[in-house]
């Protein structure tokens, strides 16, 4: 069975930085493009990074470019989000999901409030 | 960015009554592969997003077949034959052949 756990959400202030991680288990992990997608309370859904099954592609939407970094770890079947200088808008539940949206994580809350 | 745009944006539906969710496109969704990548997603509240349709019109495994995609190039539609009560929610289209991956704002279909 497919299933992708995230982690690494919470509370921080303006400007703060969080690192998300997604577990990943039931498939080749290594063999899937993998990304991150968002969705602000209440709000609708906005695809934020993708990244190429070794690493050596990386996509991000122009929001979030210069801020995030999205990573991966295949010998641990792991999916990183590196955010730095978050802002308010960066509010949201991500999820992690295997490209093509076939699985998705439960998604983790970040919170940008001072 | 590729503007995806559903409608209408509520509905109300009867049980056991067809329901269809419309998408459109601000460029063709044609890749240079030949595929065409619209795929539909349908959330429930406090739950995460499920995949319905992929590339138009592939069921995913697991899906009723009372669901169905169709379309091409800029204009796509979502068809529920017989709405169910399950059915409640939120349906997304997405574009997946241009960067950056996009959704339609979402339709939220109820039960009259």
Known sequence: EVQLVESGGGLVQPGGSLRLSCAASGFTFSSHWMAWVRQAPGKGLEWVANIKQDGSEKYYVDSVKGRFTISRDNAKNSLYLQMNSLRAEDTAIYYCIRDGGAYWGQGTLVTVSS | DVVMTQSPLSLPVTLGQPASISCRSSQSLVHSDGNTYLNWFHQRPGQSPRRLIY?????????????????????F?????????????????????HWPKTFGQGTKLEIK
């Open chain 2, 55 to 75: 590339k138009v019109s592939n069921r995913d495994s697991g899906v009723p077949d009372r669901f169905s995609g169709s379309g091409s190039g800029t204009d």
């Open chain 2, 77 to 97: 539609t979502l068809q529920i034959s017989r709405v169910e009560a399950e059915d409640v929610g939120v349906y997304y289209c997405m574009q997946g052949t």
